[in-house]
């Protein structure tokens, strides 16, 4: 941060960004698999699950398995595009799944 005469852009800005918690994602992401309504209802209890799962092991400092768990839940949702999750669908849960694989920082 300098002067705005040293800001060579002559842009200013200012102002905080906030991201929600990966908790907070990983509950909105397994909302938004429940809303689909998916069926058969076992893929959307895998999938819940799998959630679950990375939810279980991020409140246990467990990085490594909720990383696991998170891509094991984008591995079937890829595996179920086009099948039992519309395409755009399942690209939606890709890219809420790609925001906590960042946020937990999965590699």
Same mark, same amino acid.
């Given at each position: 941060? +300098? &002067?705005?005469?040293?800001?060579?852009? +002559?842009?200013?800005?200012?102002?905080? /960004?906030?991201?929600?918690?990966? &908790?907070?994602? !990983?509950?909105?992401? $397994?909302? &938004?698999?429940?809303? /689909? *309504?998916? $069926?058969?209802? +076992?893929?959307? *209890?895998?999938?819940? $699950?799998?959630?679950?799962?990375v939810l279980i092991a991020f409140d246990a400092g467990?990085?490594? #398995?909720?990383?696991?768990?998170? *891509?094991?839940?984008?591995?079937?949702?890829? #595996?179920?595009?086009?099948?039992?999750?519309?395409?755009?669908?399942?690209?939606?849960?890709?890219?809420? &799944?790609?925001? !906590?694989?960042?946020?937990?920082?999965?590699?």
């Open positions: 941060a +300098g &002067a705005y005469s040293c800001n060579p852009a +002559g842009v200013v800005f200012g102002g905080t /960004l906030k991201f929600g918690g990966a &908790a907070d994602l !990983i509950r909105d992401l $397994t909302d &938004a698999v429940r809303r /689909l *309504n998916l $069926t058969p209802l +076992g893929i959307e *209890n895998s999938l819940t $699950t799998k959630l679950q799962h467990s990085i490594v #398995a909720g990383c696991g768990s998170l *891509n094991a839940f984008i591995h079937e949702v890829q #595996a179920q595009s086009g099948k039992a999750i519309n395409a755009a669908d399942a690209d939606e849960l890709l890219v809420s &799944a790609d925001q !906590i694989r960042a946020v937990l920082g999965c590699l």
